[in-house]
């Protein structure tokens, strides 16, 4: 479900949202990311969608508020990652 580029940004960048590490190589992070459910969505759009599912109010939020959101990983390709703590 989750491809290397996908996991790659999770490890390089999961200190954006989590205290500390939880996942130390791609293994733990492909485990880490199945087991709390994350999402990755093809444009900001479906991110948008997705936060509004969780109950996230984001309707005052710009498009760059919303990448910036700590749940929200941006992946070189365009792609987002969702993953909530």
């Known amino acids: ?10 490890l390089k960048k999961q200190l954006q949202l989590f205290r ?21 969505c093809q444009n900001l759009n479906e991110v948008r969608e997705c936060l509004e599912e ?11 508020e919303v990448e910036e959101a700590s749940e929200v990983f941006a992946i070189p390709d365009g792609r987002y990652l969702i993953v909530e703590g």
């Open 54 to 64: 969780s109950g996230m109010d984001i309707s005052g939020m710009s498009d760059q």
């Open 20 to 40: 500390e590490e939880v996942a130390s190589n791609l293994e733990e992070a492909e485990a880490f990311l199945e087991d709390c459910m994350a999402v990755v």
């Open 1 to 10: 479900m989750y491809d290397e580029e996908c996991l790659e940004v999770f």
